[in-house]
């Protein structure tokens, strides 16, 4: 896992997002081979306006005809699969104000990028004392932190 420093706070669910990456995380170590690394990064993007994670895999990587179904319901070409994970994950992610994407890497394997909008000043104050309730009214997190 590798945290960039100073990454800020964000106005979301823990619980939801926690359940976003335990899914990203746990799909990745399904398909990567024994003994390859499933990586998990978070970095700020898009000039310091949204903080992305992105979770990696050594594995297969993602046919090319899939990429554009990983995220309808009940699509899965894994057996026993219920096809609910991915479109679980972007459901989330589109609550909090998000995206994510799909991708396979140039060395080989997939990558899962989830990014997420860095909230105004005013709104994280707004959060702290209450006035806003986030989202399923939980805690809000910051990354690499506890809720």
Known sequence: ??????LPALAL??????QVLENLLANAVQHAPRGTCVRL??????GGQAVAFRVEDEG????SADLERLFEPFFSRRQGGTGLGLPIVHRIVEAHGGMVRAANRPQGGAAFTVILPVPTS??????RDGALPSAHGKPTAEPGGAA
């Open 41 to 46: 990064t978070a970095d700020l993007r898009e």
């Open 122 to 127: 005013e709104a994280m104050s707004a959060l």
């Open 13 to 18: 669910d823990a619980g939801r997002m926690e």
């Open 1 to 6: 896992m590798q945290v960039a420093p100073g």
């Open 60 to 63: 297969p990587g993602i046919a």
